[in-house]
């Protein structure tokens, strides 16, 4: 979906999902948000993966000291620069999150949510990888998905998309157990407890896993010392 999100669901047209969002997933959307900022501080250097047309940046903005933000879409960056400005702690990036070109341990907190982890279409392991890499010591770590509650409510969003032409008809025949088909050929899907366990332990990494205001799921994780034992890791769910 990674081309999806580049050609056909980019910019304004992006901007435009939220915007028909229903109250429901309004909520979920700052649910999501409140629990990052309640992880950021004055001093704070921040990455978001994914950043698409800035609406996590802009709330960011204020929070932080400084900001940087990587899409593979030059459209949706030049959205969020329109909506955003020109401002010395900001940086607008075309990157591939799963390969970056930032320095080891150059961010405080580095963020991939609003299910960016399935959305990208990149190698998860390799994404959960080079997150890790980029934030400090110390630094944290945050990936996000939908709760399986949030279902209906996350079908009622999409559905809304196909009503308004951003995305095509939902094909219901193949939506379900967590997948919204679109018969244009766009597939949303999703990252469980268990799918998020499994790529902590791959990389063996202590994460914590919870639910929060029943919509959203976080995967939270400390960045370990570089001498740290990477045998095993720890799963924690809330």
């Not at 400005?85 to 900001?90: A, I």
């Not at 980029?134 to 939908?146: E, M, Q």
């Not at 025949?173 to 766009?186: L, S």
């Not at 407890?193 to 063996?204: Q, R, S, T, V, Y």
Request: net charge neutral; proline share 4%; glycine share 10%.
């Amino acid at each position: 979906m990674a081309g999806y999100y580049t050609d056909n669901l980019a910019g304004e047209r992006l901007r435009a999902c939220y915007d028909v969002a229903p109250p429901a997933a309004r909520a979920y959307l700052e649910g999501e948000i409140e629990f990052v900022l309640a992880r950021t501080f004055p001093w704070a250097c921040v990455l978001e993966l994914g950043c698409g047309y800035g609406r996590v940046l802009m709330r960011l903005l204020p929070r932080v000291r400084a900001l940087a933000g990587v899409d593979t879409s030059l459209k949706s960056l030049g959205t969020a620069r329109e909506l955003l400005g020109r401002r010395s702690s900001l940086h607008l990036v075309a990157m591939d999150a799963a390969r970056m070109a930032f320095r080891d341990h150059s961010f405080d907190l580095t963020l991939c949510i609003q299910n960016g982890i399935c959305a990208f279409a990149v190698d998860r392991q390799a994404l959960f990888r080079e997150a890790v890499r980029v934030t400090r010591p110390g630094g944290t770590v945050l990936f996000s998905s939908y709760s399986d509650r949030f279902w209906p409510e996350r079908l009622a969003w999409f559905e809304a998309q196909a009503a308004h032409g951003l995305i095509g008809p939902i094909d219901h025949a193949a939506t379900g157990n967590g997948v919204i088909a679109c018969k244009d050929g766009f597939r949303s899907t999703t990252l469980g407890p268990d799918g998020f366990a499994e790529l902590a332990a791959g990389l063996g990494l202590r994460v914590v896993i919870q639910e929060v205001e029943g919509s959203s799921l976080f995967c939270e994780v400390i960045v370990p010392p570089a001498d740290a034992d990477a045998r095993g890791s720890i799963t924690e769910r809330r």
